[in-house]
């Protein structure tokens, strides 16, 4: 941040996260809506791109007649989540990512998740991603839920809760040829991914088939998050887990680093991790998941791999450009002398990575600075900003362009790998990670080169 | 004086004012931008009482609605432009930027420390200037009346200041008062090209000088509102402004 600016500010508060699409969870009956406050929500909604959108043509969408085709149904809107269907519609429009509605409760953005009562918030401790029409356990985790039921990776999950197998494929049916096949990935395994998650001591049924093709059924009692609840501005509470590991190969250190969303509350542990890591010959940062958060996170962070002033990108609003400057980070937390890391860096994507995460890895890859590896990002990096609504909702709603580094554009196209490593059923029931492979290989190659 | 959007800024601006009767603008003829500055330092207390003052300490209290944040502050500042702004931000922590007479800095847990030079130090020196509000011509390379207009409601006198950078703010001065209503500010630095609109609203009376207690601040679709919680001129002790131990072991 050059100084404590107002704008400079705002781009570090600008929200590069997404939200990953919710399960049609059933929920409790909602409260019904006054006819005036639904109709003041939607106005506020349009109102607030109107004057915001970045490109005044809004890319060719009629932005007046959009709002005037669907404020009759605003105003028929007896609850809240109809109202959300019509202002999701009307953002919709516009096909850009970062436009969406945030249920203003954090109870009800759990329930949202899944959950149907309150409580502290719980997972069943695997991810997955939609891979080849399947939707595969990519990893589970030591001591969750899913590791105590025997669930492994490279697992099919054909049911979580009400998302089934069947469900999922109707819903890609759909989605398809209207947004582009990481996008599909993203929703699906975005879908299932909620039902997974919940209130801690929720139990959700699962159906699998393992690695010698029998059906698996199991009853997964969510287990409390590992990772801290924090929040951030109008942004509902949500997990922050930084986790880091030491790999060793060919006489190699090398370290990795992963975290699941850029929040402030992540900062200390982050800056720790590569204080510990400064004497590894390369680092590998998987971003993989990471679905974006704070802006000015990125540029912040990349001050302890750059050693020279550069930007990660230019946010571009109506009238101005903002550069994501990057301050080569000399110091350490301790107040003791340090020097960027110098190794290799390695990144780690795939479709689920996202936002404030693809501009830090598309930003040090056009900078030079870092190889990437895996899959191709999710292709949503536009910074938003997130209002409240008069209903209680938050409005997130992007408010600029996001160019990188050499003119490239990350939103739509995604992070493309320099070295493509997409996950495979085959390489997870071998205990294989193809992208954290080929990143120690080529960080182990680098090393010898010099 | 600073031309930036900075809360800074906002202070620098807000924490000069001086009612005094000033006299009733010409309606016909434009008075030129040293007039029209004269007639500002006028009002909000005249030379005397800016020069009168050793310290200066504001408590603010900021608020981004379309982030959901609300932030807390102080700025501190001595003569000739010691200065510390610290800004608490709540989920992040302690942002602050000050300078010790020989060296400005920034520090904060997002993008650590740094110290500041080129176009940022000048930009820093002329928000620290504690008596900013008195010295535009030193402050700005160039300033010329360029109209009349109206602002937050009230008509003023339009004068365009551009510093040795090349940045611009286009002040707009009272008719009726002589008061600073708001101001256009364009921008170039390292960080970007911006433009944002400042107003100044509810002028009050701290330490024989006038200052707005609230400012509005919007630029690139975002808004801000800032509120002076108190202001006070009693002595602060020099330690406060001695470099913290980041920026020291920055300049090993």
């Known amino acids: 941040m050059k ?54 043509t809004f890319y060719g969408v009629n932005w007046p007649a959009v709002r005037d085709s669907l404020r009759p149904r605003a105003q028929q809107a007896t ?95 759909k989605l398809t040829g209207t947004v582009n096949a990481r996008r599909v990935a993203y929703m699906a395994a975005g879908g299932v991914g909620a039902a997974l998650r919940g209130t801690a001591g929720d139990t959700v049924q699962v159906k699998l088939t393992d690695g010698e093709g029998r059906t698996v059924e199991r009853a997964l009692v969510l287990r409390q998050l590992r990772g801290q609840m924090a929040r951030f501005g109008n942004l509902p509470p949500m997990e922050v887990r930084v986790e880091q590991d030491t790999l060793h190969a060919s006489g190699r250190t090398i370290g990795v680093i992963g975290f699941n969303i850029w929040l402030p509350a992540a900062i200390p542990a982050l800056d720790r991790a590569v204080d510990e890591l400064r004497g590894a010959d390369g680092i590998v940062i998987d971003l993989r998941g990471n679905p974006g958060g704070l802006g000015g996170m990125a540029p912040g962070w990349a001050g302890h791999f750059v050693d020279r002033r550069d930007t990660l990108g230019t946010m571009i609003t109506r009238r101005d450009r903002v550069e994501f400057v990057i301050n080569p980070r000399r110091v350490n937390a301790a107040g003791q002398r340090v020097q960027p890391f110098a190794g290799p860096v390695a990144i780690l994507t795939d479709e689920m990575t996202a936002s404030t995460s693809e501009i830090f890895a598309g930003g040090l890859q056009a900078l030079g600075r870092a190889r990437v590896f895996g899959a191709t990002s999710s292709g949503q990096a536009l910074p938003s900003l997130m209002p409240r609504l008069p209903n209680g909702d938050v409005l997130l709603h992007a408010v600029a362009d ?49 | 004086m600073s031309f930036r959007t900075s809360p800074l800024r906002a202070l620098a601006l807000a924490g000069a004012a001086l009612t005094v009767a000033a006299a009733p603008a010409q309606a016909q003829t434009l008075p030129t931008a040293e007039q029209v500055v004269a007639r500002y330092v006028a009002a909000i207390g005249g030379e005397q009482a800016i020069t009168a003052q050793q310290f200066r300490r504001v408590q603010i209290e900021m608020s981004m ?59 820093v020196l002329r928000q620290f200037d504690f008596e900013a509000n008195l010295r535009f011509s030193h402050l700005f390379r160039s300033m010329e009346t360029v109209g009349r207009g109206e602002m937050n409601g009230e008509k003023c006198v339009n004068v365009r200041m551009v510093t040795e950078g090349g940045d611009e703010v286009l002040n707009c001065f009272a008719d009726d008062d002589g008061l600073l209503v708001g101001a256009v500010v364009k921008t170039s630095t390292e960080a970007g090209q911006t433009e944002s609109t400042i107003t100044f609203h509810d002028y009050r009376e701290f330490g024989g000088l006038k200052m707005p207690t609230r400012t509005s601040m919007s630029a690139g679709g975002q808004q801000m509102e800032m509120v002076v919680k108190s202001m006070s001129t009693d002595p602060i002790d020099a330690s406060v402004f001695e470099l913290p131990a980041e920026i020291k072991a920055l300049r090993q």
Request: glycine share 12%; hydrophobic share 45%.
């Open chain 1, 3 to 56: 100084s404590i600016g107002f704008l400079a500010l705002g781009a570090a508060l600008s929200a590069c996260a997404t939200a990953a699409p919710p399960a049609d969870a059933p929920s409790p009956t909602p409260e019904r809506l006054d006819p005036a406050v639904a109709l003041a929500t939607f106005d506020s909604a349009w109102s607030s791109v109107n004057r915001t959108f970045w490109d005044t």
């Open chain 1, 79 to 173: 609850t809240n989540p109809e109202l959300r269907r019509v202002i999701t519609a009307m953002l919709n429009e516009l096909g850009q990512s970062h436009f969406n509605v945030i249920p203003g409760e954090a109870g009800e953005s759990l329930r949202a998740a899944g959950s149907t009562r309150e409580g502290d918030p719980g997972d069943a401790g695997m991810q997955v991603r939609y891979v080849d029409g399947r939707v595969l356990v990519t990893r589970v985790v030591p001591g969750g839920a899913a590791d105590a039921a025997g669930i492994r990776p490279g697992w099919v999950v054909e049911a979580a809760g009400a998302m089934t197998a069947a469900r999922v494929a109707d819903a890609v049916q």
């Open chain 1, 402 to 450: 996001m160019i990188g580094p050499g003119g490239v554009r990350w939103e739509g196209p995604g992070v493309v790998p320099d070295a493509p490593a997409p996950v495979t059923r085959e390489a997870l029931l071998a205990g294989r990670d193809p992208a954290l492979d080929a990143a120690v290989a080529w960080i182990v190659e680098q090393n010898s080169r010099r």
């Open chain 2, 65 to 123: 609605p379309a982030a959901g944040v609300t932030m807390t502050g102080e700025m501190l500042q001595a003569r000739p432009n010691k200065a510390l702004m610290n800004i608490e931000f709540p989920g992040i922590g302690s942002m602050r930027q000050g300078y010790d007479g020989q060296v400005a800095w920034s520090l904060n847990p997002v993008q650590g420390a740094k110290i500041l030079g080129g176009k940022e130090l000048a930009d």
